[in-house]
């Protein structure tokens, strides 16, 4: 089946309250243990690449590597950019086969994140590509993605915003942040503003990135075969459910993938040193990837069985 865009997948996920899982990919074991959960559970599916993915990978190897899993399936898979940083590297990825991209101007000057975001949106919609685009600023750090302090983002802003560039979802900052270490004390979300922010635009698909929440099945198994992931903390599942139900039709997932994989892969280690085939560890860690996107589709994002 060849790629989709995102429209149709939002309509619905707006309508029956459940969100859609943007999963983060970088090689091949993690493109296909997300694709057999998705297959599993008959769900639909985006796949994004960062920029820090396209520098490891290569963009040519990861579209291969999606299109030739697309061989397989029948599931609807969006292909999207996130946080492109430039007008360039999103024309690329629009040039490139992308049916989505993200521009994050967030860092910029209100009125040049409006400029870029909408020469971005001028030239995607012109080849039928989806735009997201951010505002407000999440803290944390991954890949090139960096910010000391959350800035949370702004109701009315938001309705001008998305009026003057025409972008066609929008990444919001509600408290969520990038990397393993979310939160220091109690987690918790700003429902007010989200509230106010899905009120003021009716049927506007919102985003949420940095909503990964660092299961500690995985930071116990990382630590206990000779890891140092200490304290890291997410965003509890049930805030991200609860998400869903506010227009948000999008939700970020990539730290969780880091995570499974490589605390199978320490444990592997481990408990078999003598292993040095790649196939005899990655096996483990595919699965893990599998198990773990699984239980984010049906449990937490809720779009089992929704294509």
């Not at 979310?182 to 635009?201: P, Q, S, V, W, Y």
């Not at 592997?268 to 239980?295: G, I």
């Amino acid at each position: 089946m060849p790629l989709t865009g995102p429209k149709q997948m939002f309509e619905r996920a707006y309508k029956e309250g459940y969100a859609i899982g943007a999963f983060n990919v970088n090689n091949m074991e993690i493109i296909q243990g997300i694709m057999q959960a998705a297959g599993e559970e008959q769900a639909p599916l985006i796949l994004q690449v960062s920029a820090g993915a396209r520098k490891y990978a290569g963009q040519n190897y990861i579209v291969k590597l999606i299109e030739a899993a697309l061989m397989d399936t029948d599931l609807p898979v969006v292909l999207h950019l996130d946080h492109g940083q430039d007008f360039n590297i999103c024309k690329d990825c629009i040039d490139g086969g992308f049916t989505s991209v993200m521009y994050d101007g967030s860092h910029l000057p209100y009125e040049e994140n409006i400029a870029v975001t909408k020469q971005v949106v001028e030239y995607a919609h012109a080849r039928g590509v989806w735009v997201e685009a951010e505002l407000g600023q999440l803290a944390g750090v991954e890949d090139e993605v960096s910010a000391e302090h959350s800035v949370y983002t702004d109701p009315d802003q938001a309705v001008d915003f998305v009026k003057r560039t025409g972008c066609d979802s929008l990444a919001i900052a509600i408290g969520t942040s990038h990397g393993a270490y979310k939160f220091t004390g109690e987690a918790k979300l700003d429902f007010a503003r989200l509230e106010k922010i899905t009120n003021m635009l009716p049927g506007y698909p919102l985003v949420l990135h940095g909503a990964s929440s660092v299961p500690q099945e995985f930071v116990d198994m990382a630590n206990t075969y000779g890891g140092k992931v200490g304290g890291a903390k997410g965003v509890p599942e049930d805030l991200l459910r609860k998400a869903a139900t506010y227009g948000v039709c999008k939700i970020n997932i990539d730290t969780d993938i880091r995570l499974a994989m490589t605390a199978t892969i320490r444990k592997h280690f481990m408990e078999k040193p003598a292993d040095f085939d790649p196939r005899a560890y990655l096996k483990p860690a595919r699965d893990a990837v599998k198990n773990m996107v699984q239980h984010k589709i049906r449990n937490v994002l809720g779009c089992s069985n929704k294509i």
